[in-house]
């Protein structure tokens, strides 16, 4: 394959699985072929056992510019679509999601960005929705979980206007948890998906579902609960003065 072609680059290691977004001519931004192949990747990642956290990334400095213009010359409902479908796929991974973001991460990178469960930023990252440059009627449900993370008056200031936004008016709103200096970024998200990587999956897992808003799923994660020896294990750890070895796996959600 060629290295310039766009793509989507997925590697794991120590239960980390990580997807680079590479599209390096256009600032990583997205194309019908990519957008169409994150929710497989995405499944497939979700089916590894092995696999604890994701961290999805941009290729060289930059995150994501957006969607490849010219594929909304072909049919902008269809371009959405699948933007959509590849931003929920993301939202229902099954295990904490982190997004690394430097540069700019726009328009369907904003998108990406939102559906992660955290985003961590480099000083100098810019940040904006961009659909009213283009006259595009923003996904509705792209509409509610950015509300629900920056709050409607940030939310409307970034959708009316597509402008864009730093990293300290980003950190402010709530749009990033956590802003680094410049080199500082890959260290950061490697420290903490460790951690996150040695966690309970159980809990990661019902306090994701139970975040998100589900409401018909306490059943299912009190007989979880029931049936998995991470409470067992981890009360053990703590009175042994060790680390924990939690078991439990999660799956996709149904």
Sequence with gaps: MDRTEPRLITSVERGVATVVIA?????????TAMWRNL????????????????????AGNTFCAGADISTLLESAGSAQGLAVEAEEALAAFPRPTLAAVRGYCVGG??????????????????????PAK???????SSTRRLVALVGPGTAKHLLFSGELIDTERALRTGLVDEVLP????????????????????????SAKE????RTDRDAHWAAEARGSTDTAEGVAAFLERRAPRFTY????AR
């Design 109 to 130: 990178g904003g998108q990406l960005a939102a559906a992660c469960d955290l985003r961590f930023a480099e000083e100098g990252a810019s940040f904006g929705v961009t």
């Design 182 to 205: 410049p080199g500082g970024l890959d260290e950061r998200v490697e420290e903490y998906v460790r951690v996150l990587a040695s966690r309970s999956q159980l809990t990661q897992a």
């Design 39 to 58: 929710p497989e990747l995405l499944e497939r990642l979700a089916g590894d056992p092995e696999v604890r956290v994701l961290v999805l990334t941009g």
């Design 23 to 31: 599209n390096p001519a256009k600032r990583n931004a997205m194309t």
């Design 134 to 140: 283009l006259g595009i009627v923003y996904p509705a």
């Design 210 to 213: 139970f975040a998100a808003g």
């Design 249 to 252: 796996t999660t799956a996709p």
